[in-house]
């Protein structure tokens, strides 16, 4: 199984997203990061950067276990000062890249505020994977969201994308997305340069690589993710009932113990 390593940068809770906005009515960061960490699996490792100060009674540290929990290896979190979230992308991907992995890992860089629907885990791997995809398209980078705006905004009239599928969903090429990715670490590595150039402009930084690098993206329809913003959220998304793209996170009791509970595990390391 290919091993899965999650980076999210997380800050204290917002009401409204950094771009302007609303949130939906459903909307919590807590929300947001249960329906990752309760669908990882045993090749998961989940990361967490907090940018700034944790207060003691975070929600976050309802998720840490001293050892290894039974859906994967424990919570990590890493404490650092950004102060921006431009800024905590550039310490994100400078501590993603810094890792001692296999070139082949998957490595997702997560925003706080996207919310997945079970068998996330899946889906990446079959993304990444081409022997499993007809066509076989090479996909880079991809991505669980589906972007609305590819489908409403003027710019993109007209806009012509290839289709494969896997065993789960179907695959569509788009020029560009957001800062919540997936790829290969060799890739992260390769391509960090311009990541980090255009810290501040995915959009351009995709488009970048597509045209002087031929980095390809990818984009599963239906989406496995949604943004959590009213305006962007991903089309066909069902959030109650019983249908196949369903949110339903496990009930808080099945989650770990507070931290008074499990005698001060999930110790907190500062990036520096």
Known sequence: MQPIEVFIRMTVDSATPMSGGTRPSWFSKEVCFQSVWNYKDDYTRITVLFDGDIPENHWIFNYCTQEKTDTGPPLHIVNMNAGSGHASLLLQLAYATSQSLDDNTIVYILEDDYLHCPDWPKILREGLTTSHMQPAIPFDYITLYD??????????????????????????????????????????????????????????????????????????????????????????????????????????????????????????????
């Not at 905004?153 to 179907?170: D, N, P």
């Not at 995709?206 to 329809?221: A, D, E, K, N, V």
């Not at 009213?230 to 009930?251: E, Q, T, W, Y």
């Open 147 to 272: 972007h609305r705006d590819k489908y409403t905004l003027k710019m993109y009239e007209g806009l012509v994308s290839q289709i494969a599928f896997t065993e789960s969903c179907h695959w569509r090429t788009i020029p560009s997305t957001t800062d919540t990715f997936a790829c290969r670490f060799k890739t992260l590595k390769t391509d960090a340069p311009i990541t980090a150039h255009f810290y501040n402009a995915d959009h351009e930084r995709f488009l970048y690589l597509g045209r002087h690098h031929g980095r390809r993206i990818g984009s599963c329809i239906p989406a496995y993710s949604t943004h959590a913003h009213s305006d962007f959220i991903s089309p066909c998304m069902h959030l109650g009932g019983n249908r196949r793209h369903v949110f339903a996170p496990k009930k808080k009791e099945n989650l770990p113990g507070k931290p008074q509970d499990i005698d001060g595990s999930c110790p907190i390391q500062n990036s520096g």
